[in-house]
């Protein structure tokens, strides 16, 4: 793993916690809100940490070692959406949680790709974190920590590969032009 990375990230993470327009009961951020999208519309999404307890869990249910770098960033936001959704960023759904799902009390779930068949057969054993809403495609992290963005829609073929889990979502903020303080 990239310490430097990871330490941008920790850094974006921190600038973004204190830009919140709201926390809402479940310890969600929503940042920026844009009601000309939609009344309840924000900007960027970032979801409370896992407690110990829900990490076990989550580890418990996947079955297998959850990549340590990933770990780290759930224990500071299980999940996020960023750019109104653009690119989401898969936390874990605790079983106790409350049965009311709102988009902003729960993350997309990172398992998925074990409970639909489909993305089951894309991504293999891999753990699947991410999503594209612009062309549908999926992020996988697999078994040495390396993360591949996916064509599920067509032939599950690789559209790009990072380092790590922290190179991975710190080029892509980079990537959609934002700045590290801000994220506007």
Not at 9 to 27: F, H, K, M, P
Not at 90 to 118: C, H, Q
Not at 155 to 183: C, M, Q, Y
Request: charged share 25%; hydrophobic share 35%; glycine share 6%.
């Amino acid at each position: 793993m990239d310490q430097e990375k990871s330490e941008v990230l920790r850094t974006i993470l921190a600038s973004i916690s204190t830009e919140a327009d709201l926390v809402n009961e479940y310890g969600t951020k929503l940042i920026r809100h844009e009601p000309s999208i939609a009344p309840k519309a924000y900007r960027h999404v970032i979801y409370a940490e896992l407690s110990p307890d829900q990490e076990d869990e989550f580890q418990r249910r996947v079955g297998h070692p959850l990549p340590e770098e990933y770990v780290r960033f759930l224990r500071t936001a299980n999940g996020m959406m960023l750019f109104n959704g653009a690119v989401r960023v898969f936390g874990y759904v605790p079983l106790d949680r409350d049965r009311e799902n709102k988009i902003y009390n729960y993350p997309p779930s990172a398992m998925a790709s074990y409970t639909y068949s489909s993305l089951s057969k894309a991504s293999g054993q891999n753990l699947i974190v991410g999503f594209y809403k612009d062309d549908g495609s999926y992020v996988y992290i697999d078994s040495s920590g390396q993360v591949v963005r996916f064509d599920y829609e067509n032939d599950n073929s690789p559209i790009n590969k990072w380092d790590g889990f922290s190179h991975w979502l710190v080029s892509e903020i980079e990537r959609l032009g934002v700045s590290h303080a801000t994220l506007n």
